[in-house]
């Protein structure tokens, strides 16, 4: 349903499940390949925050598939219940005060703070079903100066902000500090156990 619209058609609309406002879309991902844009940002009404967060946000996504149609009030109808979009919620990384799902995620490029270019996302990686870090592919220069794997897990704690036009997500510190870190070591070391899931 939402294919048929594009984006800006659907800019600065209401969303709504039954009577209930959800919040309001402001955008989407800028990203060549479609199946990394399923989802719309949607700036979330304060009352729904605070209701179906563990922890409120003020930006999270909304899968473009839980939209049913646009109603004659030109408000944005969903299909689903909101027990379905907090399980949506809660599948999904807080950088700042926003909620990113995977497909907003994956492909990104990782900056240090020093901005400093570290590689690309791959994957997410969950442990006990909550994501804990990014699987992130290092560019040729950096694995070879540092020594390190084909790909590293980068802790979701150490993300400090995203950038929508340039497609980043930048860290809270410098890549030398991140490998000392314990939560980069421990998700590293080969020790912890991922949910199979994420590992396919």
């Not at 473009?64 to 009030?73: A, F, G």
């Not at 950096?142 to 995203?162: E, F, H, M, R, S």
């Not at 490998?179 to 070391?189: H, V």
Request: glycine content about 4%; charged content about 30%; overall charge negative.
């Amino acid at each position: 349903m939402v294919d048929d619209y594009g984006i800006q058609e659907l800019m600065q609309r209401e969303v709504y499940i039954g009577e209930k406002l959800v919040g309001t879309v402001v955008g989407e991902r800028f990203h060549p390949r479609d199946e990394l844009v399923q989802s719309m940002r949607i700036e979330v009404s304060p009352e729904v925050a605070q209701q179906y967060m563990r922890k409120p946000a003020d930006l999270a996504p909304l899968p473009k598939e839980l939209v049913h149609s646009i109603r004659p009030d030109g408000k944005i109808k969903l299909s689903k219940s909101m027990r379905e979009l907090q399980r949506r919620w809660r599948n999904t990384v807080r950088i700042e005060e926003q909620l990113y799902a995977p497909d907003e995620l994956l492909d990104r490029a990782i900056l240090d703070n020093d901005g400093i270019d570290i590689g690309n996302v791959t994957d997410l990686i969950k442990i006990k079903r909550t994501y804990k870090g990014l699987l992130v592919k290092p560019h040729f220069m950096i694995k070879a100066k540092n020594n390190l794997p084909d790909t590293i897990v980068v802790p979701c704690g150490q993300l400090a902000k995203t950038t929508a036009r340039l497609d980043e997500v930048i860290l809270k510190c410098s890549f030398s500090r991140l490998i000392t870190l314990p939560s980069y070591l421990k998700l590293n070391s080969g020790e912890v156990i991922f949910d199979d899931d994420d590992l396919e």
